[in-house]
């Protein structure tokens, strides 16, 4: 479990993070939504460590991050996985490569016989078996995504973060990609938090949805809870799309398929 208080960050006098408070449970996937440069992202790197933020606090199962010591802090990168947004692959590395190098980073004390077999595991284990000596150039976007996947959580990692997952696939991808971050959650217990601005992904795979805007976090629940909230900035968000206005408009009249 991920615990954010009261998280702060301005860039050259702007804020862009207003004091944001939160709790990211084990063994589920947590969807950080909102419209473009809201602070999502931003919001991500602080969490991971790759921002510092100008105020509060970060705890990972109540080991608090945002101290000073260091040997702490490393101790629970180890144990993050990430998968960056267009996926971020060593472009002159072929895709087993790509996926033994965090184990070369981080367990320095694996045998290369080991390395490969675990290679292989998280290989099999999103889909792509028969990749291995292919080089990025010859992946697809989706399958750039899995070897993405298959990198982070090489190194058994018990908190996975995604920026945007879906960034560039087709509709039908982008609900693979997603279905197998949230399949690879519940199967390790992780603690996973997803930056989208999907609504697609809310409704596939939407353990807990936080609504950021403008720096705040302005809601938060299920997607079972999503349509029907007052929250004005959330509702022009979801139904900004005609589908999701027309659907809307069906559960409200009593929900014949037929008038769409
Ligand atoms: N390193 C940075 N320096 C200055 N401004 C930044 C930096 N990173 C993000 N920002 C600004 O913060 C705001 C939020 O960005 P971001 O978190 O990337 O939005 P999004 O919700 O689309 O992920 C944007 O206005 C962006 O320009
Ligand atoms: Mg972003």
């Known amino acids: 479990m991920i615990e954010i208080h009261n998280i702060h960050k301005s860039f050259n006098g702007v804020q862009v993070l207003k004091g944001i408070d939160g709790v990211f449970e084990t063994g589920k996937t947590t969807l950080l939504l909102g419209a473009s440069g809201t602070g999502k992202s931003v919001l991500l790197q602080c969490i991971v460590g790759l921002v510092k933020p100008d105020l509060g606090s970060i705890t990972y199962d ?22 960056f947004q267009g996926s971020a692959l060593f472009d002159s590395m072929n895709v087993q490569e790509n996926v033994e190098f965090p184990l070369k980073m981080l367990t320095p004390d694996m045998t290369k016989e080991e390395r490969l077999d675990r290679v292989e595991f998280c290989l099999k284990r999103v889909g792509l078996e028969a990749a291995h000596k292919k080089m990025p150039s010859e992946l697809s976007g989706g399958m750039k995504k899995r070897v993405g996947i298959a990198r982070a959580i090489a190194p058994n990692c018990t908190y996975l973060f995604c920026d945007e997952p879906n960034s560039g696939l087709d509709p039908l991808t982008s609900i693979k990609i997603d279905e197998l971050i949230y399949e690879i959650t519940k199967e390790y217990n992780i603690t996973t938090i997803i930056v989208t601005h999907d609504m697609n992904s809310v409704i596939e795979i939407g353990d807990h949805i936080m609504f950021l805007h ?38 409200e009249e009593g929900g014949d398929i037929d008038k769409l």
């Not at 109540?62 to 998968?83: P, S």
């Not at 720096?215 to 979801?238: A, H, P, Q, R, S």
């Open 214 to 251: 403008n720096g705040l976090k302005l809601w938060e629940g299920t997607k079972d809870n999503i349509m029907d909230t007052n929250v004005k900035e959330l509702n022009d968000f979801i139904f900004a799309n005609s589908l999701m206005r027309a659907a809307k408009r069906i559960e």
């Open 62 to 83: 109540g080991k608090v991050f945002t101290n000073n010591r260091l040997d702490l802090k490393q101790e629970i990168r180890r144990k993050i996985g990430m998968l």
